[in-house]
T-cell receptor, first 115, second 114 residues
Framework: DSGVTQTPKHLITATGQRVTLRCSPR?????VYWYQQSLDQGLQFLIQ???????AKGNILERFSAQQFPDLHSELNLSSLELGDSALYFC??????????????FGPGTRLTVT | AQSVTQLDSQVPVFEEAPVELRCNYS??????LFWYVQYPNQGLQLLLK??????LVESINGFEAEFNKSQTSFHLRKPSVHISDTAEYFC????????????FGKGTLLTVNP
């Protein structure tokens, strides 16, 4: 158990809908990262937040957005869903800004199926 | 930008045989290197990392990897595998500096057969 929790574990929804994925980082970790894992694209970095502020952006679609709240949990919002958005979405966390931040702890993931 | 190539998508081996999972990276700047393991239906776990110092790094369960800067490689090895090592293994790089995002390879599925 990494200490990172993600809810829900599974999500099935229809095209055009909007969903919210939730992540709680390890106690004390200030950084949260979101990754998407799909069969064709592999594991791709989406976005990073550090202590409530956006730190870095990767291959995140405009239909997707995220935020990190004062209690440090994070939510990833996916809207106007398409079949191709079906994937496993991972959240990871790491400590404050030191070399230790290169060690990321991953949650169990949320499997999103768009039908 | 960085990129990671894992040369084998699948590696089947017999129990107690040695194994090497290959990883090459490309980057114009200094990077840190990682191997993550994903067991079936689970999230990723850090297996080992190279940040600095000795180029040979070891994990607690017998895996080791060697950073070779001239060949831009970070191959993962184990002298004798167990059935329980069956998993997907991901090589990843992160640019040194303030952005800690990981760039992953496509993964190598290691299947250990009895």
């Amino acid at each position: 158990d990494s200490g990172v929790t993600q809810t829900p574990k599974h999500l099935i929804t229809a095209t055009g809908q909007r969903v919210t994925l939730r992540c709680s980082p390890r106690s004390g970790d200030l950084s949260v990262y979101w990754y998407q894992q799909s069969l064709d694209q592999g594991l791709q970095f989406l976005i990073q937040y550090y202590n409530g502020e956006e730190r870095a952006k990767g291959n995140i679609l405009e239909r997707f957005s995220a935020q990190q709240f004062p209690d440090l949990h994070s939510e990833l919002n996916l809207s106007s869903l398409e079949l191709g958005d079906s994937a496993l979405y991972f959240c990871a966390s790491s400590p404050r800004d030191t070399i230790a931040s290169y060690e990321q702890y991953f949650g169990p993931g949320t499997r999103l199926t768009v039908t | 930008a960085q990129s990671v190539t894992q040369l084998d998508s699948q590696v089947p081996v017999f129990e107690e045989a040695p194994v090497e999972l290959r990883c090459n990276y490309s980057s114009s700047v200094s990077v840190y290197l990682f191997w993550y393991v994903q067991y079936p239906n689970q999230g990723l776990q850090l297996l080992l990392k190279y940040l600095s110092g000795s180029t040979l790094v070891e994990s607690i369960n017998g895996f080791e990897a060697e950073f070779n800067k001239s060949q831009t490689s970070f191959h993962l090895r184990k002298p004798s595998v167990h059935i329980s090592d069956t998993a997907e293994y991901f090589c990843a790089v992160s640019r040194t500096g303030s952005n800690y995002k990981l760039t992953f390879g496509k993964g190598t599925l290691l299947t250990v057969n009895p």
